[in-house]
């Protein structure tokens, strides 16, 4: 069997070569397979963390991802692993850590299963997905490094609510006053349950990539931009509209994180400016989703870093 080399003789990464080898799924390709739905596309160093526990050597498992993306024989028809595209349009993607993502059988095989997990409510351009998922999934390995502390997926609050992840809002229009209804869509939500010894407390959180894709003001009232996504969030959490559209008690929270320091104290700054102390709304910077794109590690700080909050002292959300 020919396979297909770059110009320097190395083996192509983005384009899967069986070799006829016959795979069949574990309880640890089973585990990363539900964590590529629940989460959405992941680096490699967020499956080996996710398995820890689960046997094999770091080598081995990485060999085992390959025969995922690679081998076609396969009871669901096809390789259960797929690389996206995305991540090799760069310079250095030789260089970095390969992400992975589901291929059609590797849905099959979930969907085969009675607790099979819906997807996430991922939208947007494919890196702000995922950075959106690796935000989500940094902070479930975090948590699940510790004792004291569980997570609860999306898809269990939504489930809970028998309600979508989006939101109607009502915003006054700046320019005619009149009062319009507008959609408010995390990017991500979560929930954290905490295991004190007066009992269970909860909190929930919506997720916020942040890229420096998007103005921080605009005079358009259609057009998305940071001030606009305050005033949501004032009215929606502000106001306890999120008690009734997700059946929660708990206090609900807004975790920004943007990709530059710089835009995180311009973001921070515009929400005290505008609209005040807010005790919702938290900020952190996680740089790696700076340009050039590479895939980063797991980052516990999201969980165990105190995070900003405009007008307030910082919080650390692993603190109950």
Known sequence: MTIKKDT??????RLPVSTGKRVG??????????????????????????????????????????DLFNEAETPHGGPYLTRPPQQFHTLDSRYNQIVYDLTPAGRKALQALPDCPPPPSLTGPWLHRFMTSTVVASVRLAVEARPDVRFITEQAILARANASIEATVALPDPR????????LRPDALFGIEYLTQRGSRFRFFAVEADRSTEPLTSANFNRKSAEKQFELYRAYIGEGAYKDHLKLTSPLLVLNVSSDPARTAKLIDLGLTKFGPQSFQLFQSWEDFAPPFRPPDPNDALLLSPWQRPGHSSMIIAAP
Do not use: C, M, N
């Not at 320097?8 to 990464?13: A, N, Y």
């Not at 640890?28 to 996710?50: E, Q």
């Not at 006053?177 to 959609?183: A, D, G, I, Y």
């Open 25 to 66: 799924l574990t309880d640890r390709d089973l585990l990363w397979l539900r964590r590529l739905r629940v989460h959405g596309p992941l680096p490699t160093s967020f499956l080996l963390r996710f398995a820890i526990g689960e046997g094999d050597s770091v080598k081995r498992a990485r060999e085992r991802l390959t």
């Open 8 to 13: 320097l003789g190395r083996r192509d990464r």
């Open 176 to 183: 005619t006053r009149q009062v319009r209804k507008v959609t």
